[in-house]
């Protein structure tokens, strides 16, 4: 899986990412992105996860979703998910994400 972060003004990141959120992507997925907002030398509030090129997502994938939207909701951040394909919509909504995740 390549993941990419970019920065983006003071407080976001944009991260990118192609190939399916499994058990083991997930981890490194969530690892990168969570590092990046812990070691920023500004606070990360607004992250926009780009999902045109995910093919998939599981379980644990929707797990490493929750807990970044956890996180940045502590500290009244933002969370968005971009390009989402129908498919993959319908995992977020039928465990009940897309009442709290933003889609663009």
């Known amino acids: 899986m390549d993941i990419m972060l970019k920065e983006v ?3 976001g990141l944009y991260v990118t990412a192609s ?3 499994d ?3 997930a981890v490194v ?5 969570k590092d990046f907002i812990e070691d920023s030398p ?3 509030t607004n992250v926009t996860l780009d999902f045109s090129e995910i093919t998939f997502i599981s379980s644990f994938g929707l797990k490493v979703i929750l807990e970044l939207y956890k996180q940045l909701n ?3 951040g ?3 998910l ?3 394909s129908e498919q993959l919509k319908n995992s977020f909504v039928i465990v009940g994400f897309d009442k709290f995740l933003l889609f663009e």
């Open 82 to 84: 971009k390009n989402v």
């Open 29 to 33: 997925y969530g690892a990168k992105i």
């Open 9 to 11: 003004g003071i407080d």
């Open 23 to 25: 058990l083991d992507n």
């Open 74 to 76: 502590g500290q009244k």
């Open 19 to 21: 190939g399916r959120l």
């Open 78 to 80: 933002v969370l968005k």
């Open 42 to 44: 500004e606070q990360i």
